[in-house]
């Protein structure tokens, strides 16, 4: 019923950016909060940033100051730009939305495929 695809990953150098984009689409009535969430090898999955509806914003304290997410609500599509990218931000980033969908009417959260971002020299 609600899908969400991401784009914008792939193989950048230490200091470099990035901006990932993840459109949801499908029988959407309204979207909530929308966020960012990474996994690197190894270890569990973890938030890097959200926002709500209303462009309220909320990051992980190591990527403050360099990440930035926001969101077209009219284009159902939230954004992360990455900037001064570390090595450590190498994992598989994936999109989460809460969506209420229009039939039947159901609030609930979505996740995309994934995308992978990988900094090394």
């Known amino acids: 019923q609600v899908q969400l695809v991401e784009s914008g990953g792939g193989l950048v150098q230490p200091g470099g950016s990035l901006r990932l984009s993840c459109a949801a689409s499908?029988?959407?009535?309204?979207?909530?909060?929308m966020g960012w969430y990474r996994q690197a090898p190894g270890k569990e999955r973890e938030l890097v940033a959200t926002?709500?509806?209303?462009?309220?914003?909320n990051y992980e304290d190591s990527v403050k100051g360099r990440f930035t997410i926001s969101r077209d609500n009219a284009r159902n599509t939230v954004y992360l730009q990455m900037n001064s990218l570390k090595p450590e931000d190498t994992a598989v980033y994936y999109c989460?939305?809460?969506?209420?969908?229009?039939?039947?009417?159901?609030?609930?959260?979505?996740w995309g495929q994934g995308t992978q971002v990988t900094v090394s020299s």
């Open positions: 926002i709500t509806n209303g462009g309220n914003t």
């Open positions: 499908g029988s959407i009535f309204s979207i909530n909060d």
């Open positions: 989460k939305g809460r969506v209420e969908t229009r039939w039947p009417r159901r609030m609930s959260d979505y």
